[in-house]
């Protein structure tokens, strides 16, 4: 990686240990980050990496350990202590308020003051606009956050924290609303702070990102760490095996669906059209089919209708125009209950708000809407045995660890809970299957598991409209792509023409022309 050689520690870690309760989040953990690196963090959800971060910035105590910043023993008490000794950390979900301005977010709550009383506005933006130059940042001080892309959004988080003299930055999960060519341009960024000396903490569980910006990864592993690498000539599935413990294969649509078969398609939309409770359009005149056996990938930044198209085929969102048409049937004025009944399965974005009863136990989620077709009832009664008996088939069949047939789903793990939701819905052997964001607050491991059962039902004849914003995992799993933008669909490619670079354009309003 181009640029300036990393210097001596600015961040030294030793033993770190956290527990909460019972939990060991931490355990002896040791980290070592250059002055002028950009290091970064990886590990499956609950290895400890958001804790970790948390210390850093305050926000947890250690329960036994030494941090060092720049050599000297600190105890970091809360986020102004952080502040003082130049750490800033930009969090996942942003902290701004859309209804002020660029430099009146950056200042919240530390605005220069004219006589000790009033807020110096002018000072305000000045200071703004010079930092903004500064790091090359082509953003308005005076433009309101409301009317900002997400991109931007995250600079002027980014301004925020170098702000007040922060030089070791933490990004966490950085790029999990970006589109690729704000990806493209974030990674620029940072390595522009790089150049400038500043140390970046660059959390993230995107592998390629890894290998793009960072000098050196840390990985963590059941709250310890497992090594540190140099990411030249490491690859991808070296930081995944370390991650998990074992090799990982990573799924990929190897066979493609013959255009020409002849075969009818499964699902039709013609011109459908959904709006929104205050009678906007959130689904634009959307037409698209899907055969049997047939992957197609949606993409998109989220917001753009994804969600809406979901509820749409599944019965879940009323329709204003158009047609669902399944297995040549018309079902657009069908039910949700109507449409499961036909054979269609739904995997939502959301396994807590509507995938699964958390009170409720494995067992009693596994066989919801499977009673009749796993022969679970006799006149109208539940075989207490006969769900116990399927609920330990799914669990072996789909590697449900942790689980029992009595087990809360809630105490599950967020991979884990996740499973059980696929488990029910292809244990219905659906001709349909609707997934969305599969794979959303889910580590590599339960991931591949995931990719490697969505294609399985493929293979078997399932149609899968699958819906996504992980890019990558749209690009490995589909047939053919389509691009959401403001509620329409684009455009769809065949899976061998598409590109990062042409999806990327697509999602962002660049046009069809991009090659």
């Given at each position: 990686?181009?640029?300036?050689?990393?210097?001596?520690?600015?961040?030294?870690?030793?033993?770190?240990?956290?527990?909460?309760?019972?939990?060991?989040?931490?355990?002896?953990?040791?980290?070592?980050?250059?002055?002028?690196?950009?290091?970064?963090?990886?590990?499956?959800?609950?290895?400890?990496?958001?804790?970790?971060?948390?210390?850093?910035?305050?926000?947890?105590?250690?329960?036994?350990?030494?941090?060092?910043?720049?050599?000297?023993?600190?105890?970091?008490?809360?986020?102004?202590?952080?502040?003082?000794?130049?750490?800033?950390?930009?969090?996942?979900?942003?902290?701004?308020?859309?209804?002020?301005?660029?430099?009146?977010?950056?200042?919240?709550?530390?605005?220069?003051?004219?006589?000790?009383?009033?807020?110096?506005?002018?000072?305000?933006?000045?200071?703004?606009?010079?930092?903004?130059?500064?790091?090359?940042?082509?953003?308005?001080?005076?433009?309101?956050?409301?009317?900002?892309?997400?991109?931007?959004?995250?600079?002027?988080?980014?301004?925020?924290?170098?702000?007040?003299?922060?030089?070791?930055?933490?990004?966490?999960?950085?790029?999990?609303?970006?589109?690729?060519?704000?990806?493209?341009?974030?990674?620029?960024?940072?390595?522009?702070?790089?150049?400038?000396?500043?140390?970046?903490?660059?959390?993230?569980?995107?592998?390629?990102?890894?290998?793009?910006?960072?000098?050196r990864v840390t990985v963590i592993r059941?709250?310890?760490?497992?090594?540190?690498?140099?990411?030249?000539?490491?690859?991808?599935?070296?930081?995944?095996?370390?991650?998990?413990?074992?090799?990982?294969?990573?799924?990929?649509?190897?066979?493609?669906?013959?255009?020409?078969?002849?075969?009818?398609?499964?699902?039709?939309?013609?011109?459908?059209?959904?709006?929104?409770?205050?009678?906007?359009?959130?689904?634009?005149?959307?037409?698209?089919?899907?055969?049997?056996?047939?992957?197609?990938?949606?993409?998109?930044?989220?917001?753009?209708?994804?969600?809406?198209?979901?509820?749409?085929?599944?019965?879940?969102?009323?329709?204003?125009?158009?047609?669902?048409?399944?297995?040549?049937?018309?079902?657009?004025?069908?039910?949700?209950?109507?449409?499961?009944?036909?054979?269609?399965?739904?995997?939502?974005?959301?396994?807590?708000?509507?995938?699964?009863?958390?009170?409720?136990?494995?067992?009693?989620?596994?066989?919801?809407?499977?009673?009749?077709?796993?022969?679970?009832?006799?006149?109208?009664?539940?075989?207490?045995?006969?769900?116990?008996?399927?609920?330990?088939?799914?669990?072996?069949?789909?590697?449900?660890?942790?689980?029992?047939?009595?087990?809360?789903?809630?105490?599950?793990?967020?991979?884990?809970?996740?499973?059980?939701?696929?488990?029910?819905?292809?244990?219905?052997?659906?001709?349909?299957?609707?997934?969305?964001?599969?794979?959303?607050?889910?580590?590599?491991?339960?991931?591949?598991?995931?990719?490697?059962?969505?294609?399985?039902?493929?293979?078997?004849?399932?149609?899968?409209?699958?819906?996504?914003s992980e890019l990558s995992e749209v690009l490995a799993l589909s047939d053919r792509?389509?691009?959401?933008?403001?509620?329409?669909?684009?455009?769809?490619?065949?899976?061998?023409?598409?590109?990062?670079?042409?999806?990327?354009?697509?999602?962002?309003?660049?046009?069809?022309?991009?090659?």
């Amino acid at each position: 990686m181009d640029g300036n050689t990393p210097g001596g520690p600015v961040l030294q870690l030793n033993g770190i240990s956290k527990i909460f309760g019972r939990k060991v989040a931490i355990r002896s953990m040791d980290l070592e980050v250059a002055q002028g690196e950009v290091h970064a963090i990886c590990g499956e959800n609950g290895a400890g990496k958001s804790t970790l971060m948390n210390i850093l910035v305050g926000l947890h105590q250690p329960d036994s350990g030494t941090i060092r910043i720049r050599g000297a023993a600190e105890r970091i008490d809360g986020p102004a202590d952080a502040s003082r000794l130049g750490i800033g950390m930009v969090h996942q979900h942003f902290t701004l308020v859309p209804s002020m301005t660029v430099a009146e977010n950056v200042y919240l709550g530390r605005q220069p003051r004219r006589w000790g009383i009033l807020a110096d506005r002018e000072a305000m933006r000045t200071s703004c606009r010079a930092l903004l130059e500064r790091y090359g940042f082509d953003l308005d001080p005076d433009q309101r956050v409301g009317s900002l892309t997400v991109g931007q959004r995250q600079r002027v988080e980014i301004i925020k924290a170098l702000a007040f003299d922060a030089d070791i930055l933490i990004l966490d999960e950085p790029t999990a609303v970006l589109t690729p060519s704000e990806v493209d341009e974030l990674m620029g960024i940072i390595a522009n702070l790089r150049e400038r000396g500043c140390t970046v903490l660059f959390i993230t569980h995107k592998l390629r990102e890894v290998k793009a910006v960072a000098d050196r990864v840390t990985v963590i592993r059941h709250g310890e760490s497992v090594g540190t690498r140099s990411t030249e000539g490491l690859a991808e599935a070296e930081i995944a095996s370390l991650m998990v413990g074992r090799s990982v294969f990573l799924a990929e649509r190897k066979t493609t669906v013959p255009r020409t078969d002849g075969v009818p398609p499964l699902l039709r939309l013609d011109r459908l059209t959904c709006q929104n409770e205050e009678g906007r359009r959130v689904l634009d005149e959307v037409s698209l089919a899907i055969r049997p056996g047939e992957v197609l990938g949606i993409a998109g930044v989220e917001g753009n209708g994804q969600t809406e198209l979901a509820e749409a085929v599944t019965g879940l969102r009323a329709v204003s125009s158009g047609a669902v048409v399944f297995e040549e049937r018309d079902v657009t004025s069908w039910p949700a209950h109507r449409r499961r009944q036909a054979g269609c399965a739904f995997i939502p974005e959301d396994r807590l708000d509507r995938g699964l009863s958390v009170a409720m136990s494995v067992a009693e989620n596994l066989a919801a809407s499977n009673y009749r077709r796993a022969g679970l009832t006799s006149r109208g009664l539940v075989s207490r045995q006969g769900l116990e008996e399927f609920a330990h088939q799914q669990i072996d069949r789909f590697d449900i660890r942790g689980a029992r047939p009595e087990t809360p789903v809630g105490t599950l793990s967020g991979g884990n809970m996740q499973k059980v939701v696929v488990a029910r819905e292809l244990a219905r052997e659906p001709s349909l299957l609707v997934v969305a964001q599969p794979t959303r607050g889910v580590d590599i491991g339960a991931s591949e598991f995931l990719h490697h059962q969505i294609l399985a039902a493929a293979a078997r004849g399932t149609a899968v409209l699958l819906i996504s914003s992980e890019l990558s995992e749209v690009l490995a799993l589909s047939d053919r792509i389509g691009v959401m933008l403001k509620g329409s669909l684009v455009d769809v490619l065949d899976a061998a023409e598409a590109t990062e670079t042409r999806i990327g354009l697509l999602m962002s309003g660049g046009g069809q022309e991009a090659a």
